[in-house]
């Protein structure tokens, strides 16, 4: 099979601004992604959560359109805006008619550089984060998952931190703190833009540089990195949540940065361990020999810092002792006997061949794009990512479930209707 | 273009090629789902669903998972009222695979006792995980209000003691029944060439034997003459609301007016109900997003009118910030269905709506997956051309019309409310004392 080939045009803008463009012709229209390096990570240390705020108010004003306008502006086109926050990102993302591009970009210019941030629109959002919030501390998936990081990733890692923040924080913000949080940490130097559909490279370039092209703002600090101390125990954590008819079990450790050598062996054993087909061992263990779940699956988001690996679980009360014990129990044969070379080989050959339908939509390269942008991969990432994963043998991948996996080591949260 | 074509028993093919990337998506879709359940076996259409990717005669239980993996392929189903469907999107070779796997599960199920027994607790398991969420919850329980008589009204994935009831036989017997090539629709779209898939559509489910169909179940849901109110006082940390109406069918030309109006009160969501889930609608200018978002009188709002075969309802979902009351936000989200239903929509509203919709068109069919869903959806519940035809009916729509739909459907009469109306928690997720 022949690997697709995105080649996408890569600029930089005289301010440090990041172009990637690639024109596709599969349907008019374009996907916009701006990712700006001014994810929660850069939340101050006495206020986790005031990224989040600010990503649900910088769309509501700018210095020269109200949220009014703005609204208007996105709905006559039929654009829904994202605009989400991750660990160390601060994403745009929309896809609109290709007829709409420049309209479209100049908005995103005025909302990304000029945000007014009013007071009564600020005062609007806290009350929709305080209840989205609020209707966290009742889902038991979002405070199993919110719990087991707080304990991989202990104060002051912000990996630990939810990233809306509390109840308390988010109330005392000000505008005035948002604004000055919006200057130091948006700048042309740590903004990356990539465009994905039916408009030509060039044509994008040269409305990025109309848009961005005079924003002349001083490079910011680089948020710290934290060091990570691993568990060195098994831990782990019961949240009794009566009112709730199963529980969610999430089970996990700290791993690897992005850029370890031990990546792509790490990814593939994550891979059939708890994604292949329907979840792979785990999958197999949990879901189909012993019907005990509606899913069961692992991820791996080795990142910037020392990414985790979750395993997760949905089970009910009744199950919970015997879940934890089949994962248990799979980590152990995992760790002692490793893959088979036929699971390694099926895993990578999904993998590779999965390429063509990760990269069909607009949405789908935009965001394959910045991924290696921000990552440093390379423009030619896609062409070289095979060559990568067959470059993996058996013993690397078993050596990556050695090195980061262990029944002793195991971080567990349990969140439902359940008490030991 | 898409190409129509009807195997001697019955199976309609259609075919459409998309050279824009080298894959296939293969949808298999029957005309049977949760409204063609009977009180006792509610649930089963899903569970029949979940029991076809168990194995088959020629797929051992052992070797369903790989197949279409090997080639970077994904796979997938799911049940709703009035449709089963799965799917396979994988790199072009497999198309022969994939033909072969939708003619094995149409034919050869085995549905050994074993993995029927295990498949119960995963079900229970899902419903359960539903049940965790309390405006899932909710609309469960205002569609279970707002139908009386038809089937609609019970949630597709069956109740509880149902589901702890029924026997493999029930399971198998319901397959029988009505996974016959007579009750599906086969669609193919992507990089192929459309002879070869019909010749290779014959080669695999050609000899598979019609069989008469059992009648459907005809009731016809009375009409509303007041309205209905649902109130669930559980432990929670968050108040929803939701309002639903009854509304036409797809098959209805009302259907269309009530797609503008459902854009102008809550933004354009779209047709797509496999790809709708990535992307919220455009809705900030929209009348409802202003009256309760905009004013702090809840944090999203939502409306879904789904094309269905049959009238359903057309259900509004609020959460209510924190601190503020229900009757507050129901009074707010009256007041404007009330002004839309005595002063209907205004120009520019009737543009933008129209913008929307058309803009939605194109984004949600920016797939082979995607847009054979839509081939499928549309050719099980009304025929294929309900699909082709939507940007002109859309641009068809007037002023009027949506008024006139307006005032017909948002009357107190034909209107179901449910509250979830939170009890307060303590840590543990215990009911607090109200002593």
New interface residues.
């Given amino acids: 099979?022949?690997q697709?080939s995105l080649v996408p045009a890569r600029s930089t803008l005289d301010n440090g601004i990041v172009v990637l463009a690639k024109r596709?012709?599969?349907?008019?229209?374009v996907t916009i992604n701006i990712a700006i390096n001014a994810g929660s990570i850069c939340d101050p240390p006495d206020a986790p959560g005031a990224m989040y705020l600010l990503s649900k108010v910088i769309d509501r004003g700018t210095t020269t359109r109200s949220?009014?306008d703005?609204?208007?502006a996105?709905?006559?086109?039929?654009?829904?805006l994202?605009v989400t926050v991750t660990r160390h990102l601060f994403s745009f993302i929309c896809?609109?008619?290709a007829d709409d591009f420049q309209d479209v970009m100049t908005l995103l210019g005025d909302i990304i550089r000029t945000p007014s941030l009013p007071d009564a629109q600020l005062?609007?959002r806290k009350?929709?984060v305080?209840?989205?919030l609020?209707?966290d501390?009742?889902?038991?998936?979002v405070r199993a998952t919110e719990s087991l990081m707080e304990l991989l990733y202990p104060r002051p890692h912000p990996y630990g931190r939810r990233s809306k923040g509390t109840v308390d924080v988010i109330e005392n913000l000000t505008r005035d703190r948002l604004a000055a949080l919006h200057a130091a940490r948006f700048a042309p130097s740590v903004v990356t833009i990539v465009t994905a559909g039916d408009v030509d490279p060039g044509e994008s370039l040269s409305a990025i540089e109309r848009v961005f092209g005079d924003w002349k703002v001083p490079p910011p600090h680089s948020p710290p990195l934290f060091h990570l101390t691993p568990a060195t125990s098994r831990r782990r954590v019961d949240i009794?949540?009566?009112?709730?008819?199963?529980a969610d079990l999430a089970y996990g450790y700290t791993t690897m940065r992005r850029n370890d050598p031990d990546y792509y062996a790490c990814w593939l054993m994550n891979h059939a361990f708890g994604q292949?087909?329907?979840s792979g061992r785990l999958g197999?263990s949990i879901?189909?020999?012993?019907?005990?779940?509606?899913?069961a699956y692992s991820t791996l988001d080795a990142n910037i810092m020392e990414g985790p690996l979750l395993i997760r679980a949905?089970?009910?009360a009744a199950n919970i002792d015997r879940a934890v014990a089949s994962i248990d129990e799979e980590v152990h044969k995992l760790v002692a006997d490793g893959l088979t070379q036929k699971e390694l080989d099926?895993s990578r050959?999904?993998?590779?061949?999965?390429?063509?339908?990760a990269?069909?939509?607009?949405?789908g390269i935009a965001n394959y794009l910045q991924t290696t942008e921000f990552f440093e991969l390379g423009l030619d990432y896609d062409v070289r990512v095979p060559d990568l994963l067959r470059a993996v043998t058996l013993e690397q991948a078993n050596a990556a479930a050695h090195k980061y996996l262990s029944v002793d080591r195991a971080t567990i949260v349990i969140a439902g209707?359940y008490?030991r | 273009m898409l190409r129509r074509a009807t195997l001697d028993n019955g199976l309609t093919v259609l075919v459409q090629e998309e050279h824009t990337a080298p894959l296939a998506s293969v949808w298999c879709w029957y005309k049977v789902g949760s409204k063609d359940e009977r009180p006792g076996l509610t649930g089963v259409s899903h569970w029949v669903e979940h029991m076809n990717f168990k194995g088959t005669t020629n797929i051992p239980r052992d070797q369903v998972k790989g197949i279409i993996e090997q080639f970077g392929g994904s796979w997938n189903g799911y049940t709703w009222i009035d449709q089963t469907t799965y799917l396979e999107t994988a790199t072009k070779d497999a198309l022969d695979r994939m033909l072969f796997i939708e003619a094995e599960r149409m034919a050869n199920g085995l549905y050994h006792p074993d993995d029927c027994e295990s498949e119960r607790s995963v079900i229970i398991s899902e419903l359960h995980g539903g049940e965790n969420d309390p405006d899932q919850f909710l609309d469960q329980e205002v569609v279970a209000t707002a139908f009386k008589a038809h089937p609609y009204r019970h949630p597709t994935i069956g109740w509880q003691a149902d589901l702890e009831a029924m026997t493999r036989d029930d399971l198998y017997g319901f397959y029988r029944q009505w996974y016959v090539p007579n009750n599906a629709s086969l669609v193919i779209v992507g990089d192929v060439d459309t002879d070869e898939v019909l010749r290779r559509a014959e080669h695999h489910f050609g000899s598979i034997p019609a069989k008469l169909l059992s009648p459907r179940q005809t009731t016809v849901e009375p009409e509303q003459t007041g309205e209905r109110r649902v109130t669930i006082r559980k432990p929670g940390t968050a108040a929803y609301l939701k309002v639903a109406y009854h509304v036409p069918s797809v098959h209805d030309p009302r259907f269309y007016p009530l797609l503008v109006l459902d854009a102008a009160l809550t933004g354009a969501y779209g047709l797509n109900l496999w790809s709708s889930f990535r992307m919220p609608p455009p809705q900030r200018s929209t009348r409802l997003y202003r009256a309760l978002v905009g004013k702090g009188l809840a944090s999203a709002v939502s409306g879904s009118l789904m094309p269905t075969q049959l009238p359903f309802v057309y259900i509004i979902s609020a959460t209510a910030t924190a601190g503020t009351p229900l009757s507050a936000v129901e009074a707010a989200l009256l007041d404007e269905l009330n002004a839309v239903a005595r002063g209907g929509i205004t120009p520019g509203e009737l543009t933008k709506a129209k913008s929307q919709l058309n803009a939605r068109l194109v984004f949600e069919n920016d797939s082979v997956t995607n847009i054979a869903h839509q081939i499928g959806y549309f050719e099980t519940i009304a025929g294929v051309d309900v699909f082709t035809n939507f940007r002109t009916r859309i641009a068809a729509v007037t002023l009027e019309e949506v008024a006139d739909a307006a005032r017909q459907m948002l009357t107190e009469s034909n209107r179901t409310v449910g509250w979830f109306d939170p009890l307060p928690l303590d840590r543990g997720g215990n009911v607090e004392d109200a002593a």
């Fill in positions: 099979m022949t697709p596709t012709r599969t349907t008019p229209a949220a009014d703005i609204a208007e996105l709905d006559i086109r039929g654009i829904s994202g896809t609109c008619l005062g609007t009350g929709e305080i209840t989205m609020r209707q501390e009742d889902n038991p998936g009794p949540m009566m009112n709730k008819a199963q292949y087909s329907m197999d879901r189909e020999r012993q019907g005990m779940a509606y899913y949905g089970v009910s099926d050959r999904f993998l590779i061949y999965a390429m063509p339908r990269l069909e939509t607009n949405a209707p008490q």
